[in-house]
Every structure is written in structure tokens, then in C-alpha cells.
């Protein structure tokens, strides 16, 4: 169990640690076994977010050629459906050089493009990929190991617990993803997540600031860290709540709001979604479809638009017909509409959406003028 806690809306919650964590602590501790020859009681584990982990060893099994075992998750006090799941490694000695991983029994398999992972592979994303690589590569430098080791997570049950989650309707089969940033699970209520929120934009719209950025979450900092550096450092990431967010800088005293985020969330907006979260909407295709059908699309094209899993897949489709600028435009006028109907046109503007593939693919006209009031700001 980890004793980490934080404070969420005055009460004090444990934190836990992601699938990643575990298939990463699992895969060094079954590699030590492999190449020590006996077993490992608790295995040490450094997360992403600098917080090691001191991980019980389950299930310890070995021979000359593989190990196994296994970590338990434990989500602290975050409701997820993946608490108490077991996660397990198997690493085996192989004839090439290197580390090669997979996923077995329980962990999804990617099969529609635009996901992380390539179609064909274990939906294992790129952080806890790294975790893995790097904690049996540990192991085997201690060890003086210079040959190679296969690596395989599984997670029993993981199939029919990846009916209640998204990964069949992103075309994820099999199992479950192996997620996870920064390694550790922080609990927070959606109550508690939304008091955040408001409180990061009332400090930074204190000492008589009056502009925000506003981002939904990682792949927006991520954009804003190549394309806006220093504008990334006044950001206040507002989750799935940009109505709040928007409310927020409004009770707050903000002057303008510039909204940077990746059209998967963004193009909900256009349609009046203020909540972001799937479970609340999903209605991607259909505002992507409708507005390339006002803009001409045929029935065949609107069927496979509505058919896409992914925005970037359907980007992809209006590319192809040379939809995608018309289609953007026709968006940006919608966010701006409804991020005027949320605030009662009491804000300036501007709005910046962009994709992992095609890059920035639409930009309000108020947009270059805000990020100058934000740098200015910062150095005045």
C-alpha cells in the first residue's frame, strides 16, 4: 500500500499507483528473479512523478529460461475499476539482443489507427512502456546480463473488465489498456476536481491579471510547449469542465480567455458541450459529420465519417475529400459562439485546436492578440 495522501476539498485521500506502475515493478522484479535464481519478496520501483513505490511480489515462479509474477493494483482512494487487479510479467531469456515487449491474456490489442500504439500492437502506452524498458534494463545491468529478454504483461480478467471502459468503441480488443503519465493514481471527486480548478484561475488572475489560457489537459501543455513556451507557464488545465472554467474567469474578473486544446475535445465544444467527459457526451461524429454535410458531403462519406472511431481518423476523411478547412472554419465559428453564450460576451476571446497528426487546424482571429496580452503580462 502506498502512504501517500493529498488533500482534495479539505479531506485527505490516499494515493495509489496505475496499471503502469505495476507491469513495470512486475517485469523488473520477474527479470531479477531470471537472472539471480531466486525470489524477490518486494521490488523497488522509481515513478515518472519521483515517488518510489516498495511493491509486494506476488505469485513468484522461476526457471533457467523465464520468471513470473505478479503486482497488485491498488488505485488508493480513486474510484477505478482496475483496483485490485492483478498485473503479471513473464520475462524469458531470447537469442537477440535487447528487450522486446508485448501484451497476453487481458491487455487490449490496438486495431483502428490514431491511438498511441500502432494497429496490431498491445494498447501498453508510451510511458508505461518506458517504465518497463528502463526497470529490466536496470536489472540487467546489475546483473552483467547482456543478452536479451522477452517481456510479456498479462492481466487475467482484463477482457471482461474492458466492457465497462471505452477501449471496444476506440478499437482496443481483448483487454484493457496499461496506462498511466506519471505512475501514481491522485483521487479526486469531480466536486473537488472543479474547487481546483476555480482556485487556479483565481491565483493566476490575481495582483490585477486579466487573461487565461486554458487548456483541457496534457496534449494541450504538450502543444503549448513547442509552439508557446512561455504561454504554457500561465495555463490552468481545466480537465473535462470548461463551462466552469469559463464561469470561473467570468466570477474572477478575467478580461480574455485563450483555449488551446486537441480537436478530440475541442469539437465537442461546437456543438455546446461544456462538459467534456465521454461518459457525458460523445458526439464527435456527428458534429464532424453534420457540418460536412452542410458543406456538401455525400451520404457515403457522411457514413464513414460517422463510422470513424477517432477524430484523426476523420480528419483524415475530410482531407481527402478537401473538407477540412471548410469543416474547421464552420467550427471555430461554433466554439466562439458557444464560449460567448457560456460568458455572456463578457470575454475576449480566442480559440486554438489542433491535431497529433495534421497540427493546428484552426485558429480564432483573436488569437495572436491574446498571447501577446499574455506575454505581457508575465513581463510587466
Not at 511493491?55 to 477505478?80: H, N, T, Y
Request: proline letters at 3%; one cysteine or more.
Amino acid at each position: 500500500m502506498l502512504d501517500q495522501y493529498v488533500y482534495k476539498n479539505n479531506k485527505k485521500m490516499r494515493m495509489g499507483y496505475t496499471t503502469g506502475s505495476c507491469a513495470a515493478a512486475a517485469s523488473k522484479a520477474a527479470a531479477w528473479m531470471l537472472l539471480h535464481g531466486r525470489i524477490l519478496p518486494e521490488v523497488e520501483l522509481m515513478t515518472p512523478k519521483g515517488i518510489a513505490l516498495h511493491l509486494e511480489v506476488l505469485e513468484p515462479k522461476f526457471s533457467d529460461a523465464s520468471a513470473s509474477c505478479a503486482i497488485r493494483k491498488d488505485a488508493g482512494d480513486d474510484p477505478d475499476v482496475t483496483d485490485g487487479l492483478r498485473i503479471y510479467a513473464t520475462v524469458s531469456r531470447t537469442a537477440q539482443p535487447g528487450v522486446t515487449l508485448d501484451g497476453g491474456e487481458g491487455v487490449g490489442r490496438v486495431t483502428r489507427a490514431g491511438l498511441e500504439q500502432a494497429v496490431g500492437d498491445a494498447a501498453i502506452n508510451k510511458v508505461p512502456r518506458q517504465m518497463i524498458r528502463e526497470g529490466v534494463e536496470e536489472v540487467c545491468r546489475a546483473a552483467g546480463y547482456t543478452g536479451g529478454l522477452s517481456v510479456i504483461i498479462s492481466i487475467p480478467g482484463g477482457a471482461e473488465l474492458a466492457r465497462k471502459t471505452f477501449n471496444p468503441r476506440l478499437g482496443i480488443v481483448g483487454g484493457i489498456s496499461v496506462l498511466g503519465t506519471s505512475g501514481i493514481v491522485e483521487p479526486m471527486s469531480e466536486e473537488a476536481l472543479i474547487q481546483t480548478i476555480r482556485v487556479d484561475i483565481k491565483m493566476q488572475l490575481a495582483g490585477g491579471r486579466k487573461y487565461l489560457v486554458l487548456v483541457p489537459g496534457n496534449y494541450g501543455l504538450d502543444f503549448l510547449e513547442d509552439y508557446e513556451p512561455e504561454v504554457l507557464k500561465r495555463s490552468v488545465k481545466y480537465s473535462n469542465f470548461l463551462g466552469e472554467a469559463i464561469d470561473a474567469a467570468v466570477e474572477f474578473g478575467a478580461k480574455g480567455i485563450l483555449l488551446v486544446g486537441h480537436i478530440g475535445k475541442l469539437v465537442k465544444l461546437a456543438g455546446g458541450i461544456m462538459n467534456t467527459h465521454s461518459r457525458n457526451a460523445d458526439a464527435r461524429m456527428d458534429i464532424l459529420t453534420a457540418h460536412a454535410a452542410v458543406l456538401g458531403a455525400d451520404q457515403e462519406t457522411a457514413i464513414r465519417l460517422m463510422n470513424c472511431i477517432t477524430t484523426d481518423e476523420a480528419l483524415d476523411i475530410l482531407k481527402e475529400k478537401g473538407l477540412l478547412e471548410p469543416v474547421m472554419r464552420r467550427l471555430m465559428e461554433r466554439m466562439e459562439f458557444y464560449v460567448d453564450h457560456r460568458s455572456g460576451k463578457s470575454l475576449e476571446r480566442g480559440i486554438l485546436t489542433f491535431s497529433l497528426e495534421q497540427g493546428v487546424l484552426g485558429e480564432s482571429s483573436d488569437v495572436r492578440r491574446l498571447i501577446s496580452c499574455v506575454k505581457e503580462e508575465m513581463t510587466a
